[in-house]
């Protein structure tokens, strides 16, 4: 879970700084073509004005290309936000449809989840406002449910799902 | 479980849970310019010039990602809508409000008016100041301060003097009635924000400036 924030601000960092790099420089841009436009006013035989033309639209069409490519980098970025949402949200069905095949009570279900997720027995206990012998008596049950060893092996179960060689429930 | 859950489970047409950075600098960008140039200094000073052409930039910028940003921040996802406005507001009468993928049609008809008062009051300012770019307006402010005149004797040596006066007469009254109009549409557009975040339960300004905070 720490990996998503991470990636999720240093991506909003990225599209911050481009953004205020694109109005820096349409700002320049605009100020550049109010130049332009004031010099062929007051004189209007300018041998400037095809040099300055060419810088004119070359800094137009970089705002157009900022613009698409910031646009790109945040589509990217949200494309990828999405892919791991639904990668976490297929994880949590496969670990929802095996729990439910192992017959887990509710309780069960938390503390299994809990344990998952690293957290260890005090903790658990914490957490749920339990007894440290109650979580213990639960992981084991849960343990011989699941038909493993301990929490190592438990875990190990949905880390071999998510290599891609699907275990079968008995 | 449900922490897992969350993060799949998005609805389909809910404005965005944070603005992109490019709509979120313009819009802050432009309002602190206009509040600034409307209530603190004064028209034709160094700073208000500036300002203004900020304001052009920032509203040029929008207008392109109007056309090349994401979707949400697209035209095509609020067209301007009359109708569907006045539908809107009467649902915010009655109670029963609906999800937009972007801005919702009132809030949409108030961007493009807010838009368009804009340019009114930039190209009014630009004729005031006879398109002089900050960088000229601060040359001309330094040669007046050194004793040098003659940069205020250009604009009243012209020959249809008459025709200019008028002109910048005119631009000089619109200028001021439509930032008037900006400022009324700024409390309109605020009052707005408070009703809709109130009728959606939603708290509608957290996407404009950092998004939700997530723990």
Redo the contacts between chains.
Sequence with gaps: MTAG?DLRTAG?RQ??A???F??VQ??G???FV??V??DL?KDPASMHFAFEAIVTAALVLG??FG??A??RT??LL?AQDQA???A??A??DVI?RQFQSWAFTPAE??VG?LALKGLDVAEIAELRGAAQGTVRAQLTRIYSKAGVSGRAQFAAFFVEDLLGQGVTAS | MAALRTLTAEAPAAPPALWDPVVRLTHWGIALSVLINALVNKGGSLLHVSLGWLVMALLILRLVWGALGPSEARFSAFPPNPVAAVRHLGQLVSGRVREYPSHNPAGALMAYVFWATLAVVTATGLILTGGATPMQVAAEKAAVASGDWSALIKESEGESSDEDTALRHTAEEVHDVAANLLLFLAALHVAGVVVESRAMRRNLVAPMVLGQRRK
């Design positions: 924030p909003r599209t911050a481009l953004s205020v694109l109005l349409t700002l841009t605009v100020f109010g130049d436009i004031g006013r705002i157009l613009s698409f910031l646009r945040i589509e949200r791991l949402a639904v976490r949200g994880l949590s929802e279900r938390d989840l």
